[in-house]
């Protein structure tokens, strides 16, 4: 797309243009799950090393591989989107592998919790917990991948609407929501940590079962709820791929008409 010609623009009419491109139900709805996903992400980012070294005891080397793990989610990631797309379709492709990553991201911790995992040390368990979080990742890389793509299809609908493309403008105010929620989800693992007496600095002998426990019983019904919130707020979003089509037809037939005229 060629860029639009220049404007003088005051203050007062950035804005409203910002106000007028963003009024938008299904924007509405991504914005908030950016919002609730950018939480949990912050929220599963700080507690992450409490996990590895306490929960399961990892060596730093068994951690290491872990990390390492995400290379091979990103392949997962890469080649499902582009499947789960074509099968169900962006939004309810979305929500279903959302719904099966966010629902997966903590199950070890809960079998855990339910004593349906052997002690730690047993290879069994590091194994299981980086192949579940591989998988994981990977569901949740193709959920983000989706995620965006919804985002741009509401460009064409904003064009539709106000006459002009604003890939910018919807793109950044996510980021935007992303950088400056992620510390809420820090302030909360910091309430997770209280809540649990779990002692600053301590080695792993020093942190009783008891508190351990409750970090994970604590972990895991906070990050369902902010996961789950995220998926029930993205069934509002009301683009599919028929309309989106309608859409593009739209657009085009203007295209054709502007340039007729201007013939």
């Not at 639009?4 to 007062?12: A, D, G």
């Not at 091979?72 to 990631?77: K, T």
């Not at 054709?256 to 005229?261: D, G, K, L, N, V």
Request: some cysteine.
């Amino acid at each position: 797309k060629s860029p639009p010609p220049q404007r003088k623009m005051t203050l007062l009419g950035i804005f409203k243009e910002i106000f007028e491109t963003l009024a938008n139900r299904s924007f509405v709805a991504l914005f908030t799950a950016a919002l609730l996903g950018a939480i949990a992400t912050g929220l599963a980012a700080a507690l992450a090393f409490y996990f590895y070294t306490y929960f399961w005891e990892f060596t730093s080397i068994e951690t290491g591989i872990i990390t390492m793990g995400v290379f091979l989610a990103a392949l997962i990631g890469g080649i499902l989107a582009p499947i789960v797309t074509k099968r169900f379709g962006k939004k309810k492709g979305a929500m279903a592998v959302g719904l099966v990553a966010f629902l997966g991201a903590p199950l070890p911790v809960f079998l855990r919790l339910i004593g349906a995992l052997p002690e730690n040390g047993d290879p069994f368990v590091f194994w299981f917990v980086f192949s579940t979080g591989v998988i994981d990742v990977g569901l949740i890389i193709c959920f983000g991948i989706l995620f965006a793509s919804m985002i741009a299809d509401l460009v064409e609908q904003s064009e539709l609407k106000t006459g002009r493309r604003s890939e910018g403008v919807f793109f950044s105010s996510v980021t935007f929501v992303r950088k400056s929620v992620q510390g809420l989800g820090l302030l909360i693992a910091s309430f997770v940590l209280a809540l649990a007496e779990f002692p600053a600095g301590a080695s792993v002998e020093q942190v009783s079962d008891e508190s351990i426990w409750l970090l994970g019983a604590y972990y895991v019904p906070t990050i369902l709820t902010l996961w789950l919130g995220m998926i029930a707020v993205i069934s509002l979003y009301k683009v599919d791929e028929e309309s989106h089509a309608a859409t593009l037809k739209e657009l085009e037939n203007r295209r054709i008409q502007t340039a007729a005229r201007e013939n």
